[in-house]
């Protein structure tokens, strides 16, 4: 079975600067994916990064940056020069070759970004 | 890039009565559409996983009889929630994805459904 660990519930930031949200996971599988996914107050889940196991490099997207340690089975998102609008709930999620698109989700992590 | 239409976004309804909640692909054939349920403030819990033309396949604890999940075409899924209490009272999300997705490609998202029981 997989699991999903993140153990900060709330994380505060100041505007410009960068935040790490934490995420650890647990299985047994070899090929496995990782994803983050933004949820605003409005509810929709907007898929952010993703890092296969297999990938050597840390996944980038814009400035949004995944701090991937596979030995500590540890997925970091790294969000660099905050801005207001990436207050939301962030969730790491984890995908698992048997499980085609399944999704198994951690708690969450509720950021806000402030002046 | 692919898009999932959810609706409605909100819906209040009466106890005992059931509520329908339609999930669509809009630019991609859906074989495969999941079910999520979220409770305030909580994470996304896997309600189900359903097929087209195939029988949905349940999560443990979820009860099959009130949560009737129905993928009759490839770009149509439905969940309703039979005889509802103020306990199935909830965010409903659902997902999909087409015969060409694996287990590295990323899950699209209806926009969700805030159900709330009187």
């Known amino acids: 079975a997989q699991k999903i660990t993140q153990t900060q519930p709330g994380m505060f930031v100041q505007e410009k600067e960068a935040v790490t949200l934490d995420c650890t996971y647990d299985?047994?599988?070899?090929?496995?994916?990782l994803f983050w996914y933004k949820q605003p107050s409005s509810g929709e889940m907007i898929f952010l990064i993703y890092?296969?196991?297999?990938?050597?490099q840390n996944a980038t997207e814009g400035r949004y940056s995944l701090n991937f340690q596979k030995a500590r089975k540890s997925a970091n998102l790294v969000i660099s020069a905050s801005q207001l609008g990436d207050s939301a709930m962030y969730f790491c999620?984890?995908?698992?070759?048997?499980?085609?698109?399944?999704?198994?989700f951690g708690t969450g992590t509720q950021l806000k970004v402030e002046l | 890039g692919a898009v999932v239409s959810q609706h409605p976004s909100r819906v209040i309804c009466k106890s005992g009565t059931s509520v329908k909640i339609e999930c669509r692909s809009l630019?991609?054939?859906?074989?495969?559409m999941f079910w999520y349920r979220q409770f305030p403030k909580q994470s996304l819990m896997l309600m189900a996983t359903?097929?087209?033309?195939?029988?949905?396949?349940?999560e443990q604890g979820v009860e099959k009889d009130k949560f009737l999940i129905n993928h009759a075409s490839l770009t149509l899924s439905t969940l309703t929630v039979t005889s509802a209490h103020p306990e199935d009272s909830s965010f409903y999300i659902c997902?999909?994805?087409?015969?060409?997705?694996?287990?590295?490609?990323?899950?699209?998202f209806g926009n969700g459904t805030r159900l709330t029981v009187t």
């Open positions: 630019d991609f054939q859906a074989t495969t």
């Open positions: 890092q296969g196991s297999y990938d050597e």
């Open positions: 299985t047994s599988d070899q090929s496995y994916g």
């Open positions: 359903s097929n087209e033309g195939s029988k949905a396949t349940y």
């Open positions: 999620a984890m995908s698992f070759t048997g499980g085609g698109n399944k999704l198994t």
């Open positions: 997902s999909a994805s087409s015969y060409r997705s694996s287990y590295n490609s990323p899950l699209h």
